[in-house]
Every structure is written in C-alpha cells, then in structure tokens.
C-alpha cells in the first residue's frame, strides 16, 4: 500500500486525504485506520506462527 502524503501546515483533523475509491477521509482517520490494519496484520502472521509451531511439536 503506498501512501504518498503531502506536507502540509493544517492540523492532522483538518488535512484531507482522498481513498482510491474518491471518498475523501481526515487524515486523522486515515492514520488511525493504517495503524489498525498493520496491528491484524502483525496478528493474523503471529496466528500463522504459532499455528505452524503447534503442527511441528504434535508431529
């Protein structure tokens, strides 16, 4: 995902930043949303670790 942000002086709550799909979002809410997409995903490889983990022990 590439995330080109231009710098700018306005408040994070009062920059505007535009989705693929056009909607047009603060960039508060696009940072608070790339944060929860890396924390699943750092969750979801950790899940698939352990579980690979569990197989190698049981077998």
Not at 19 to 29: C, E, F, N, W, Y
Not at 39 to 49: D, F, R, T
């Amino acid at each position: 995902m590439t995330s080109f942000r231009p710098t700018s002086y306005d408040r994070p709550g009062e920059q505007i930043s535009i989705t693929p799909s056009g909607l047009k979002i603060t960039s508060a809410k696009r940072l608070m949303v790339d944060s929860m997409v890396r924390m699943i995903q750092k969750a979801e490889n950790h899940s698939a670790e352990d579980k690979l983990d569990e197989e190698s022990i049981n077998n």
